[in-house]
């Protein structure tokens, strides 16, 4: 069963930095890219950062410069290193899964439909 677990997080002051972990099980960790999300408060969840099975990352226009996403295959861990930041990067933090993760269902090997998705670990930043 795929799990995703974030840590980290926490409290900040506006130009300072935190660092958002998330430990992937369940899956193999290199057969699928992984992404980072957030959700203000009474907002859309939106797309933070993402990470290719070939280490190739993009990141939203908003945090470019300031966050860099790193992953570990020896730990199955994806981080989001932020620095720099801003109130308004307050927000629930998720990880995700890019569809077609490679997991085994107990007789075969099989390519995920959809995302996999992280509880959320939440990030505030005061002025």
């Known amino acids: 069963q795929v799990h995703l677990v974030e840590s980290g997080g926490g409290s900040a002051q506006a130009g300072g930095s935190l660092k958002v972990s998330c430990r992937a099980s369940?899956?193999?960790?290199?057969?699928?890219?992984m992404e980072w999300y957030r959700q203000p408060p009474g907002k859309e969840r939106e797309f933070v950062s993402s990470?290719?099975?070939?280490?190739?990352?993009t990141y939203a226009d908003s945090v470019k410069g300031r966050f860099t996403i790193s992953q570990d295959h020896g730990r199955n861990t994806v981080n989001l290193q932020m620095n720099n930041l801003k109130t308004e990067d307050s927000a629930v933090y998720y990880c995700?899964?890019?569809?077609?993760?490679?997991?085994?269902?107990?007789?075969?090997?099989?390519?995920?439909?959809?995302?996999?998705w992280g509880q959320g670990t939440q990030v505030t930043v005061s002025s």
């Open positions: 369940g899956y193999i960790f290199s057969s699928c890219g």
């Open positions: 995700a899964t890019d569809v077609g993760c490679l997991y085994f269902d107990g007789d075969d090997y099989r390519r995920a439909i959809s995302k996999y």
């Open positions: 990470i290719s099975t070939n280490e190739s990352t």
